[in-house]
């Protein structure tokens, strides 16, 4: 197999039906984008959840909202995206 440029593989592209299109750019968005949430945001979150708590989290209540936040971002951004996609052809 040969590699392909950018103007190649988006020739490809117009020609995938629209299930096919979601498909590949899933795999490019989650393989070589992230979909990782900035340190700052998840900083608000948790000062968020301490003033709403009344409380400071503990270490390990941090790592638990930390992944639940990154994890919920991720499918959050996924399926914003999906939904744009979806609408275009």
Not at 50 to 77: F, H, V
């Amino acid at each position: 197999m040969s590699k392909m440029d950018a103007e190649q593989m988006i020739s490809l592209m117009k020609d995938m039906k629209n299930g096919e299109r979601i498909k590949f750019l899933d795999y490019l968005f989650h393989n070589h984008f992230g979909v990782k949430p900035l340190d700052d945001m998840i900083i608000a979150t948790t000062n968020y959840v301490e003033d709403q708590l009344d409380k400071t989290l503990n270490e390990e209540e941090t790592q638990i909202l930390k992944l639940a936040y990154e994890s919920g971002y991720g499918e959050g951004s996924k399926a914003g995206i999906e939904k744009v996609l979806k609408g275009s052809n």
